[in-house]
């Protein structure tokens, strides 16, 4: 491996690696501690066992 990757190959590589790009630094975002979930997608849901209802979980007695 040392004779077909150097160093240099990685430094090149990810020399850059945390400068911006236009699409995403062009992006709205919010802020948050958690995830805004948008409860009208049909692309990606929160799922059940974040919510403590996952199938054949029952609700916690008070």
Known sequence: ???CVS???YRQ?????????KELDGL???ESQT???NPESTYISNPPI???R???SRPKPN
């Open 1 to 3: 491996m040392r004779r």
């Open 7 to 9: 160093s240099d190959t």
């Open 13 to 21: 590589a990810y020399r850059n690696i945390y400068d911006g790009r």
């Open 28 to 30: 709205e975002v919010t």
């Open 35 to 37: 995830f805004a979930w």
């Open 50 to 52: 974040s919510t403590g």
């Open 54 to 56: 996952a199938r054949g």
